[in-house]
């Protein structure tokens, strides 16, 4: 495949901010790239340094668990991109592009290394491909019919399980277990958790202490908490909280993303219709969710993420209006605070923010 790497003319106030060694990858779909920012972890800034341009369109990245590589799913060619960074600069450099089994919604790279797992909204599956050397090799050696509208697969932290949310009308999780040896998905039993009532579950990060998982449901604008037995992999429902204010329409909008932080004290969701980040404190003893309420961002909030090293900083993208906001954030507190709005490609639909020593 074709691929044109292009970098931006770097400034002698860019060329300042490489050493930072803080970048942030945003796949801007409508433009066929994926942007390189570096990040000034001491004012919060932004600055666009590069891009790397396919011939499809890039959505969710995944970073390898040894931090050498970035898989991509590039949708509208039915492709796995694997990439590889400088961590000097951060700029990107392709690698090889490989078959997918259709348009891939999320990407996950196993806590091994060994595999890169994928869900499929439109096709209803979930596939397993081999990532061999780094780099994901050849076409998927797994494919599974979930049922449509499956919008992302993770493993469990012990890595022994996966699971596999489904917004809209089916609403809920397929529960399998994983052999990350073989690179094999099995149902488990039960196989699926049902969501809450009208929920659509569509993302879910695991709580630091493995005990606890949090899925955002996009229908009920909701977070939902779950108890996960490592020992059997099921996960059991608790309570849900919603995302918004008190009085908001919930006709209105949708729920799309989810991240939890690293010390674990502090959960947030995108809010798209709403337009905000939803910010939460995580109970240490129960995992309940106390809401600490909103704060605004740039219009439909597809994707965000905190970003590694202190978590001192939240990068959030507007699919809606091809803009990127960068909070700062109060690590005792868990509040976002908005700093400013940087304009990026069109169509934004990826955040991935990585810190190199």
């Known amino acids: 495949m074709k691929l044109m790497i292009t970098f931006l003319v770097l400034t002698v106030s860019t060329m300042s901010h490489l050493h930072a060694g803080t970048y942030v990858y945003v796949s801007e779909s409508q433009d066929n790239t994926i942007g390189i920012f570096s990040l000034d972890e001491k004012k919060g800034e932004l600055s666009r340094i590069g891009e790397v341009e396919f011939e499809g369109t890039p959505g969710c990245l995944s970073l ?3 931090q050498t590589r970035i898989y991509a799913s590039i949708r509208s060619k ?10 000097k600069t951060g700029l990107l450099t ?5 078959p997918s089994a259709g348009s891939a ?21 979930v596939t397993v491909s081999k990532i061999k050397g780094g780099e994901v090799a050849g ?3 797994q494919r599974i019919v979930t049922g449509q509208k499956a919008h992302c697969v993770q493993t469990s932290p012990n890595n022994d399980f996966a699971f596999v949310p489904h917004a809209g009308e089916l609403n809920k999780v397929q529960q399998f277990r994983f052999d990350a040896e073989k690179g094999r998905l099995r149902f488990n039993d039960p196989t699926t958790l049902p969501g809450a009532e009208g929920a659509g579950p569509r993302h879910m990060q695991f709580h630091p202490n493995g005990k606890w998982a949090y899925l955002v449901n996009e229908q009920s604008k909701s977070v939902t908490h779950c108890l996960f037995n490592e020992k059997t992999g099921q996960l059991e429902k608790q309570k849900t909280v919603s995302t918004h204010p008190d009085g908001w329409d919930l006709s209105q909008g949708s729920c799309a993303d989810i991240e939890i932080s690293a010390d674990g004290e502090f959960l947030y969701a995108s809010n798209r219709g709403h337009d905000s980040i939803a910010q939460f404190k995580i109970d240490s003893t129960s995992g309940e969710l106390t809401p600490l309420g909103q704060v605004s961002t740039a219009k439909t909030p597809r994707s965000f993420n905190l970003i590694p090293g202190n978590e001192d900083y939240l990068v959030a993208a507007g699919q809606g209006s091809n803009t990127l906001v960068v909070y700062r954030r109060d690590a005792a507190t868990g509040i976002l605070t908005k700093l400013k709005t940087y304009e990026c ?9 990585v810190q190199f020593p």
Not at 78 to 87: I, K, Q, R, V, W
Not at 94 to 98: A, E, G, I, K
Not at 106 to 125: N, P, V
Request: aromatic share 16%; glycine share 12%.
């Open 345 to 353: 490609g069109k169509s934004p639909a990826w955040v991935l923010g």
């Open 78 to 87: 039915g492709e796995f991109a694997t990439l590889s960074f400088d961590p």
């Open 139 to 141: 076409q998927p050696v």
């Open 94 to 98: 392709h690698l090889s592009s490989v």
């Open 105 to 125: 919604a999320y990407i996950y790279a196993d806590r091994a290394g060994k595999w890169l797992l994928a869900a499929y909204y439109g096709e209803g599956l």
């Open 64 to 66: 390898s668990s040894n």
